[in-house]
């Protein structure tokens, strides 16, 4: 899912700080310990508790003594990962390197998924919000919300940001034609949720066949996540209904 896998951000200066934990893979741990050159690091901000951001924290603790895990709260996940976790909220401002970050909460991929921002020069560490090449996987069993995505895409927008720093893939230098464009591309989706509800596809394993027709049998689950999403939202919108296992389309 992740292609060559994710990127963690050091911040060197005061305040050594790493955005994101990374799996633990043990040649992150030694690039890591190289980029330091000696010094020690402070902090580990972790963006969300998904495994390939926050599952390398016991490592790294390990590693580094004293080193400090903060993100916000997230009980169902965090326990899987046993630190210390020192909560984070939105609008916190975070010590960083020689800067500060603010603390930028932005669900939606996951209930605790955070962003953090630059103001200065205008650089978000945007973690799993977007990813130049690909759109954001919304996982509905994993407490992933479409709108809360689609609202914290728009709050990214209004700030402006010269370039995001993602998780995954290269470094993205023009924010708001990517966020816009995923901002279209849900709702291209949901109109075709919609069409195919209104054909008489009744559960997302159906809507999938007939809205993702060439996908390999691997994909297919996390197409159903994505697509059980878009079904929560138009439920939530009261706009489509379901009993039981089946779905259907609400008409005005």
């Known amino acids: 899912m992740t292609g060559d896998g994710n990127w963690t951000w050091l911040l060197g200066g005061r305040v050594p700080t790493l955005i994101d934990a990374g799996a633990g893979d043990p040649r992150h741990l030694a690039a890591v310990e190289q980029a330091l050159g000696g010094a020690v690091l402070s902090q580990v901000l972790v963006t969300h508790a998904h495994v390939d951001h926050a599952g390398g924290a016991p490592a790294l603790g390990e590693r580094f003594t004293g080193v400090r895990f903060r993100k916000m709260p997230w009980p169902d996940r965090d326990q899987k990962w046993p630190v210390e976790w020192l909560p984070l909220k939105d609008g916190d401002v975070i010590e960083a390197g020689d800067t500060a970050l603010m603390v930028i909460y932005t669900p939606g991929h996951s209930p605790d998924h955070l962003c953090f921002w630059h103001p200065q020069s205008r650089t978000l560490f945007c973690g799993d919000l977007a990813a130049r090449g690909t759109t954001i996987w919304i996982p509905a069993r994993l407490q992933g919300d479409l709108s809360a995505y689609l609202a914290s895409l728009e709050r990214v927008i209004a700030l402006e940001p010269l370039r995001l720093l993602p998780a995954h893939g290269p470094i993205?230098?023009?924010?708001?034609?990517?966020?816009?464009?995923?901002?279209?591309?849900?709702?291209?989706?949901?109109?075709?949720?919609?069409?195919?509800?209104?054909?008489?596809?009744?559960?997302?394993?159906?809507?999938?066949?007939?809205?993702?027709?060439?996908?390999?049998?691997?994909?297919?689950?996390?197409?159903?996540?994505?697509?059980?999403?878009?079904?929560?939202?138009l439920e939530r919108e009261g706009r489509a209904r379901r009993d039981q296992d089946a779905w259907n389309i609400i008409d005005a």
Do not use: F, M
């Open 172 to 233: 993205i230098d023009d924010p708001q034609r990517l966020l816009r464009s995923y901002i279209d591309h849900r709702r291209q989706r949901e109109e075709q949720v919609i069409a195919a509800l209104r054909a008489g596809d009744t559960t997302p394993g159906q809507i999938v066949a007939r809205v993702y027709p060439a996908l390999s049998d691997t994909i297919v689950p996390l197409a159903v996540e994505s697509v059980t999403a878009h079904l929560i939202k």
